[in-house]
């Protein structure tokens, strides 16, 4: 048998590879996604000062740089038995939303977007977001990424450092804001919600008009018939910093619903020898099955695209003008055509833009009262939030001066190990014919893991001419022309 | 026009962060790319695989970024690759300069780590008592390859030569920004030096006793975060809360410092030190009141490698001594 590896797969953050495994005739016997490596953060966070592992989780990835420090410190609000006052918990609020702006910007931009702008057979040397600024123009880029900074700029604001934040203390928050800071915030954050819509623009233009796009963003090549979690809030809509957490089989039954440790009464983590990271799966639904798709499969996603399977609307207003066209255009739920997940970013990306508009509009987030004294130790906390690429769980317990002592840590990508795997099995044997291997049917394959971690790859024709013709239009908040950018 | 600069980024053990801090150059980045050529920014951005760079002549990279520690047998043979291909490289970060928050992991045995996180661990469900491996024959026809975590992590100048170094966890995009403009304008020091602007952390803090007269005091309290917030004028180190900035460097601008929070040193040891943790502990040592102060801070702060080595664990003096005699940590 001929092996096959795609070393490293490119364009996500963290080390993975592919192996693909060709019978005598060249066609896929079997694929293999292996995450190729380890650091062990649960054995050395103990020891460590509970207030302290905030800031220092952050470092578990970053490209999600807000994630694991927002989860930590929910699970550290819980060790000390405190609740951050309405104003702390709003700045977090706004802080995570910020970062979800600029996460699923990069994601969509820098790590997504080449492969249906550029082309997904174009040479590698040009399919990145290098490539991407030369096809749209100097323009364009440019203003996205000043946009997308500006998100950077309030995450660094409110968390202190562009990356890797440190305002996290139990109960609270450790930076007040001031009232002109207050309206630099809502300033950006109105040109947020113009990237969202610019995003989803251009989601439109290059996607949705896209005839050859969406028969591939609707057929059966890039499907994955999983169960699915994400976050709701008590009238069932989309929330990312704190809410329950819903779980639905794969054919879109009401599995239960959880918080904080009954995690562990849904969730358990399968090891396997060849790759090292776990694979979740739903034990309410049974024992562990296998890597496997379709009914009774106790493997689920999670993520934008799941999220957008588990709620019933989106929390602001625009976004859901969006969510409705979205579930129109596949009709059934839940949705399985992983290539969605990019469309599914998107709007959650404006969602998070008009949060943070919301959020900065609100005259409470300027109090003084940002933090509430811890004056006792309960021992034990678990954080859960919507991180951008799904359902995250940090869970701890200390000794009775808050020093850690146990941890566990269930990551985004983690649960969706399992789908993964299989996409990629999938797609390599949709490809993969009589022993073609070239670098472009290899893109493909790797197309199928990008869209559950960083990216969409949407690609069933390479784009020509080196440039595609790009207008886009922003408007202003009352309708009238703002800009016009276009790169012919 | 001049020719580009032939720049290339690795992400070794690490996250990645670093090479955001270059993306966070916004549209700065585009200005940026007039004067650099990215030939290899993997795994990250680029879709450069291992085998595209093992085929580039040697020293055909004029400049290449190292993010991340040295983890696994992977990691060491790509930055062996791309040392041979570049004519200079930079240990880009934390991690790559010092180990980082993960190198942390050698104050444990490589088995206590694994056994934590694919046994041990609540959620995990290992009936079979199976560990991730090197290689693995599944079905008993499918051969698959792990590179295998190395028994200690090491910085990017204990594997290779080493031209600059840049602290930070991440280094911050402004900073990042001054580095751009500097290369592309040939203004570099001598080989083997940190790129910095020199000044420690408390030079750039506007609560600096110096600066502020605020006068110097002994510290006769020891607090943690948890236990009460500081006065947003006064030293923080001062206030008993211990910050780690007399002895970091501070081309972050004392960004945590900013939003009343210490610092724990990702930037680096200032100028003249090798061992940022022993000089940390000095520091703070000296700086205590009396007995009963260190006392206090030895009952709130009861692990100090994970406390003064945060960041730079694998360049202790110490640790590979630790890391052999470690039996557990509580």
């Given at each position: 048998?001929?092996?096959?590896?795609?070393?490293?797969?490119?364009?996500?953050?963290?080390?993975?590879?592919?192996?693909?495994?060709?019978?005598?005739?060249?066609?896929v016997?079997?694929?293999?996604?292996?995450?190729?490596?380890?650091?062990g953060?649960?054995?050395?966070?103990?020891?460590?000062?509970?207030?302290?592992?905030?800031?220092?989780?952050?470092?578990?990835?970053?490209?999600?740089?807000?994630?694991?420090?927002?989860?930590?410190?929910?699970a550290?609000?819980?060790v000390?038995?405190?609740?951050?006052?309405?104003?702390?918990?709003?700045?977090?609020?706004?802080?995570?939303?910020?970062?979800?702006?600029?996460d699923?910007?990069?994601?969509?931009y820098?790590?997504?977007?080449?492969?249906?702008?550029?082309?997904?057979?174009?040479?590698?040397?040009?399919?990145?977001?290098?490539?991407?600024?030369?096809?749209?123009?100097?323009?364009?880029?440019?203003?996205v990424?000043?946009?997308?900074?500006?998100?950077?700029?309030?995450f660094?604001?409110?968390?202190?450092?562009?990356?890797?934040?440190?305002?996290?203390?139990?109960?609270?928050?450790?930076?007040?804001?001031?009232?002109?800071?207050?309206?630099q915030v809502?300033?950006?954050?109105?040109?947020?919600?113009?990237?969202?819509?610019?995003?989803?623009?251009?989601?439109?233009?290059?996607?949705?008009?896209?005839?050859?796009?969406?028969?591939?963003?609707?057929?059966?090549?890039?499907?994955v018939?999983?169960?699915?979690?994400?976050?709701?809030?008590?009238?069932?809509?989309?929330?990312?910093?704190?809410?329950?957490?819903?779980?639905?089989?794969?054919?879109?039954?009401?599995?239960?619903?959880?918080?904080?440790?009954?995690?562990?009464?849904?969730?358990?983590?399968?090891?396997?020898?060849?790759?090292?990271?776990?694979?979740?799966?739903?034990?309410?639904?049974?024992?562990?099955k296998?890597i496997?798709?379709g009914?009774?499969?106790?493997?689920?996603?999670?993520?934008?695209?799941?999220?957008?399977n588990?709620?019933e609307?989106?929390?602001?207003?625009?976004?859901?003008?969006?969510?409705?066209?979205?579930?129109?255009?596949?009709?059934?739920?839940?949705?399985?055509?992983?290539?969605?997940?990019?469309?599914?970013?998107?709007?959650?990306?404006?969602s998070?833009?008009?949060?943070?508009?919301?959020?900065?509009?609100?005259?409470?987030?300027?109090?003084?009262?940002?933090?509430?004294?811890?004056?006792?130790?309960?021992?034990?906390?678990?954080?859960?939030?919507?991180?951008?690429?799904?359902?995250?769980?940090?869970?701890?317990?200390?000794?009775?001066?808050?020093?850690?002592?146990?941890?566990?840590?269930?990551?985004?990508?983690?649960?969706?190990?399992?789908?993964?795997?299989l996409?990629?099995?999938?797609?390599?044997?949709?490809f993969?014919?009589?022993?073609?291997?070239?670098?472009?049917?290899?893109?493909?394959?790797?197309?199928?893991?990008?869209?559950?971690?960083?990216?969409?790859?949407?690609?069933?024709h390479?784009?020509?001419?080196?440039?595609?013709?790009?207008?886009?239009?922003?408007?202003?908040?009352?309708?009238?022309?703002?800009?016009?950018?276009k790169?012919? | 026009?001049?020719?580009?600069?032939?720049?290339?980024?690795?992400?070794?053990?690490?996250?990645?962060?670093?090479?955001m801090?270059?993306?966070?150059?916004?549209?700065?980045?585009?200005?940026?790319?007039?004067?650099?050529?990215?030939?290899?920014?993997?795994p990250?951005?680029?879709?450069?695989?291992y085998?595209?760079?093992?085929?580039?002549?040697?020293?055909?990279?004029?400049?290449?970024?190292?993010d991340?520690?040295?983890?696994?047998?992977?990691?060491?043979?790509?930055?062996?690759v791309l040392?041979?291909?570049?004519?200079?490289?930079?240990?880009?970060?934390?991690?790559?300069?010092?180990?980082?928050?993960?190198?942390?992991?050698?104050?444990?045995?490589?088995?206590?780590?694994?056994?934590?996180?694919?046994?041990?661990?609540?959620?995990?469900?290992?009936?079979?008592?199976?560990?991730?491996?090197?290689?693995?024959?599944?079905?008993?026809?499918?051969n698959?390859?792990?590179?295998?975590?190395?028994?200690?992590?090491?910085?990017?100048?204990?594997?290779?030569?080493?031209?600059?170094?840049?602290?930070?966890?991440?280094?911050?995009y402004?900073?990042?920004?001054?580095?751009?403009?500097?290369?592309?304008?040939?203004?570099?020091?001598?080989?083997?030096?940190?790129?910095?602007?020199?000044?420690?952390?408390?030079?750039?803090?506007?609560?600096n006793?110096?600066?502020?007269?605020?006068?110097?005091?002994?510290?006769?309290?020891?607090?943690?975060?948890?236990?009460?917030?500081?006065?947003?004028?006064?030293?923080?180190?001062?206030?008993?809360?211990?910050?780690?900035?007399?002895?970091?460097?501070?081309?972050?601008?004392?960004s945590?410092?900013?939003?009343?929070?210490?610092?724990r040193?990702?930037?680096?040891?200032?100028?003249?030190?090798?061992?940022?943790?022993?000089?940390?502990?000095?520091?703070?040592?000296?700086?205590?009141?009396?007995?009963?102060t260190?006392?206090?801070?030895?009952?709130k702060?009861?692990?100090?490698?994970?406390?003064?080595?945060?960041?730079?664990?694998?360049?202790?003096?110490l640790?590979?001594?630790?890391?052999?005699?470690?039996?557990?940590?509580?």
């Amino acid at each position: 048998m001929k092996k096959i590896e795609i070393n490293p797969i490119t364009r996500l953050e963290g080390h993975g590879k592919i192996a693909i495994f060709l019978d005598d005739s060249g066609n896929v016997d079997d694929a293999f996604f292996q995450t190729v490596e380890f650091r062990g953060y649960e054995k050395f966070l103990q020891g460590m000062p509970i207030e302290e592992v905030p800031r220092t989780v952050s470092t578990i990835c970053g490209v999600c740089r807000g994630v694991h420090f927002t989860a930590a410190m929910k699970a550290v609000d819980q060790v000390f038995g405190v609740t951050p006052p309405p104003a702390g918990r709003k700045l977090r609020e706004l802080f995570f939303n910020a970062h979800y702006v600029e996460d699923h910007t990069v994601v969509l931009y820098a790590l997504g977007f080449p492969d249906f702008v550029v082309g997904p057979e174009a040479s590698p040397a040009e399919r990145n977001v290098v490539g991407l600024i030369n096809a749209v123009g100097a323009d364009v880029g440019r203003e996205v990424l000043r946009k997308r900074g500006l998100a950077v700029k309030i995450f660094e604001l409110l968390g202190g450092k562009p990356s890797h934040a440190v305002s996290a203390i139990p109960g609270g928050w450790s930076k007040k804001l001031s009232e002109e800071e207050r309206k630099q915030v809502e300033a950006w954050s109105q040109e947020l919600v113009e990237l969202g819509e610019l995003t989803l623009k251009i989601f439109d233009d290059v996607v949705l008009k896209n005839d050859k796009y969406m028969e591939l963003v609707t057929g059966d090549t890039y499907k994955v018939e999983v169960g699915y979690m994400g976050s709701v809030d008590p009238q069932g809509l989309g929330t990312f910093y704190h809410g329950t957490q819903k779980v639905i089989d794969s054919d879109g039954k009401l599995i239960g619903t959880f918080e904080g440790k009954e995690y562990l009464d849904f969730i358990a983590e399968r090891v396997k020898p060849w790759t090292y990271l776990k694979f979740p799966y739903q034990k309410k639904i049974g024992p562990w099955k296998g890597i496997v798709e379709g009914p009774g499969t106790n493997i689920f996603a999670v993520g934008p695209l799941a999220r957008m399977n588990v709620i019933e609307g989106m929390s602001t207003p625009i976004a859901q003008k969006h969510f409705e066209k979205f579930h129109a255009t596949f009709g059934a739920k839940p949705v399985h055509h992983i290539l969605a997940y990019h469309w599914a970013r998107a709007i959650e990306m404006l969602s998070a833009a008009e949060k943070c508009l919301e959020l900065s509009r609100d005259p409470e987030i300027t109090s003084n009262e940002i933090w509430t004294k811890p004056t006792s130790c309960t021992g034990e906390g678990v954080g859960i939030i919507e991180a951008s690429r799904g359902t995250l769980i940090h869970h701890y317990l200390t000794d009775e001066k808050g020093i850690v002592t146990k941890a566990n840590l269930i990551v985004s990508t983690t649960h969706n190990n399992g789908p993964i795997n299989l996409a990629v099995k999938k797609a390599a044997r949709h490809f993969i014919k009589n022993g073609d291997v070239s670098p472009s049917i290899l893109n493909y394959v790797e197309m199928s893991f990008r869209p559950y971690d960083l990216c969409l790859a949407c690609a069933t024709h390479t784009v020509t001419g080196g440039q595609s013709p790009l207008e886009i239009e922003i408007f202003d908040k009352d309708g009238k022309l703002y800009k016009r950018l276009k790169n012919f | 026009m001049a020719e580009k600069i032939k720049t290339a980024f690795l992400l070794a053990g690490g996250c990645a962060g670093c090479e955001m801090s270059v993306v966070d150059l916004s549209e700065h980045l585009v200005d940026a790319l007039d004067s650099l050529e990215i030939v290899f920014w993997a795994p990250t951005v680029l879709d450069a695989k291992y085998s595209d760079l093992e085929a580039m002549p040697d020293k055909s990279i004029d400049l290449a970024f190292v993010d991340g520690m040295i983890r696994n047998t992977e990691n060491l043979h790509t930055v062996k690759v791309l040392r041979d291909k570049s004519k200079v490289l930079v240990a880009f970060g934390a991690c790559a300069s010092m180990g980082g928050i993960a190198a942390m992991g050698d104050l444990h045995t490589k088995q206590e780590l694994f056994q934590e996180a694919y046994k041990d661990s609540f959620s995990t469900d290992n009936p079979d008592n199976v560990y991730p491996s090197p290689e693995y024959l599944l079905d008993g026809k499918y051969n698959l390859t792990l590179p295998a975590i190395l028994d200690h992590c090491s910085t990017l100048d204990q594997v290779v030569d080493v031209d600059y170094f840049v602290g930070g966890c991440p280094p911050n995009y402004a900073f990042v920004g001054k580095l751009v403009n500097a290369i592309i304008a040939g203004d570099l020091p001598p080989a083997g030096s940190w790129l910095t602007n020199g000044k420690a952390v408390c030079d750039v803090c506007k609560r600096n006793p110096a600066t502020t007269n605020q006068g110097r005091f002994l510290v006769d309290e020891v607090k943690r975060t948890c236990d009460d917030r500081p006065d947003p004028e006064i030293c923080l180190l001062q206030q008993g809360f211990m910050c780690f900035g007399p002895v970091t460097q501070g081309d972050c601008g004392g960004s945590c410092l900013n939003v009343n929070i210490p610092c724990r040193g990702c930037g680096g040891p200032i100028p003249g030190i090798k061992d940022f943790g022993a000089r940390c502990a000095s520091m703070l040592a000296s700086s205590m009141a009396d007995d009963a102060t260190t006392q206090k801070f030895m009952d709130k702060f009861n692990n100090m490698a994970k406390l003064f080595y945060r960041y730079s664990h694998t360049t202790s003096k110490l640790n590979h001594a630790i890391a052999g005699h470690k039996e557990d940590t509580p």
